[in-house]
């Protein structure tokens, strides 16, 4: 397994997934084909062979097609054997009641232990 860095651009995320467990996507995610960005980290998901990963959320924006891929992401970790433990940090700004109730919603759903943090308008 190895490191997985993607760049951020205007409309998609910046992605580092390294071996020592560490998962991050921070910033916007409207990508033109969500699907074929989300597609690596999906496989990367499946071929983790990690007992413990941790995984930071701090998406500013995401569209519906960008929330069923974090959906279906975390379901895949959810499923894989190897992972025994995984705590999400859940990023979400001030007054976005959409964005804290669908991380509850995915802790309910997956029954990982998220850490909810409010944060203001940059």
């Keep these: 397994m190895?490191?997985?860095?993607?760049?951020?651009?205007?409309?998609?995320?910046?992605?580092?997934?390294?071996?020592?467990?560490d998962l991050i996507l921070?910033?916007?995610?409207?990508?033109?084909?969500t699907a074929k960005f989300y597609d690596p980290i999906l496989t990367w998901a499946k071929d983790c062979t990690l007992e413990k990963i941790h995984i930071t959320f701090h998406l500013d924006y995401m569209n519906s097609s960008s929330a069923n891929q974090v959906s279906k992401?975390?379901?895949?970790?959810?499923?894989?054997?190897?992972?025994?433990?995984?705590?999400?940090?859940?990023?979400?700004?001030?007054?976005?009641?959409?964005?804290?109730?669908?991380?509850?919603?995915?802790e309910t759903i997956t029954e990982f232990k998220f850490n909810f943090f409010e944060y203001a308008e940059a």
């Design 2 to 21: 190895d490191n997985l860095i993607i760049k951020e651009t205007n409309y998609s995320p910046h992605v580092s997934f390294t071996i020592d467990g």
């Design 26 to 33: 921070k910033g916007k995610s409207l990508p033109e084909d």
């Design 73 to 106: 992401f975390l379901l895949i970790v959810k499923d894989n054997v190897f992972i025994k433990e995984c705590i999400i940090d859940w990023h979400y700004e001030t007054n976005d009641e959409d964005n804290l109730d669908f991380g509850k919603e995915l």
